[in-house]
Each structure stands twice: as C-alpha cells, then as structure tokens.
C-alpha cells in the first residue's frame, strides 16, 4: 500500500516572544494545548540546528483539528529573519484562519495589538470576506469570514 499523508498536524512558527505570541493567538481564539522545553542533541538531530534548545507552545483551533506550534529559540540564535518580507517572497509563509465577525476582531485586534492590515478588506464572491494582516512581531496572518454556506469548491472551479 502506498504511504500517503493522513492528515496535517500543525504549522510552526519561530517566535522573538512566546509569551506575547500566545497571548495573540488566544485572542483570535486558539488554545493553549501544551507547553515545553525542547533539548539537547535528539531534537537537533529531527532540526539539523545541532544541540540546541527551544521554548514550544501547542496552540489548538477550537474545533481540535489544527495546531498551531510556536518556538521561542534560545540556542542556537536565530539567524534570519523574514517577517518583513514581502507576501510573494520565495518560501514565506502566512497562516489563515477562518473567523465569526471579521469587522468585530479587526478592531480588538488593532487596538489591543496595533495589527496593520496589509492591504484592504476584499470579498471573494459571495464566499469570503478575506484580508491579511501584521499580527504579533508582524507576523502575516489571513483571516477569512465565510458568507452563507456556499459551495466553495464550485465557485473556485469556475474562476
């Protein structure tokens, strides 16, 4: 039998500060799941970083189907840092979310986090209004309200 994926666990992205990171991700409305200490040369074997040692955070999604997980690196020290970089940057990566009350989160999330959103709201049809915005330490983050409850996959098929 020909092996293939399951499903998809989770996401990961590095952090400067889990504890800010986790208080941003709880309010668009995850859950904490764990947290831990990652050491020591078994986990720079799976990474390739060597002996090293990382902060982990387990977010979950309220459906429990989706983690999010978030590292905070202590050694070896960060090296690069593309959250500056332009959305259509070969490799960059953004996360979306789909959310009740987009208008509504937008504005706790500007005033409690200074969001930016990087372009403008838009609505895809009458599928989604969508928008991508600078979260914490200016993280690109999609956040998407579904409209109704239309057959997306057939609207996208005829696009």
Not at 38 to 44: I, L, N, P, R, S
Not at 124 to 146: K, M, N, P, S
Request: aromatic share 6%.
């Amino acid at each position: 039998m020909k092996s293939k994926v399951m499903e998809m666990h989770n996401m990961g992205i590095v952090v400067a500060s889990l504890d800010q990171a986790i208080a941003f991700f709880t309010e668009l409305g995850l859950s904490l799941e764990g947290r831990t200490m990652v050491e020591g040369d078994w986990a720079g074997r799976v990474t390739g970083l060597g002996n090293q040692s990382v902060e982990v955070a387990m977010m979950v999604t309220p459906d429990g189907h989706s983690r999010l997980e978030l590292s905070q690196f202590y050694e070896p020290k960060i090296k690069a840092d593309h959250r500056v970089d332009p959305v259509n940057a070969l490799g960059y990566l953004r996360v979306m979310f789909r959310v009740h009350n987009l208008d509504e989160l937008l504005n706790r999330l500007k005033q409690k986090y200074e969001c930016k959103i990087v372009g403008e709201v838009v609505q895809f049809g009458d599928v989604y209004r969508l928008c991508y915005i600078r979260g914490v330490e200016g993280l690109l983050i999609g956040l998407a309200e579904q409209l109704g409850n239309p057959e997306t996959k057939e609207i996208l098929k005829n696009q």
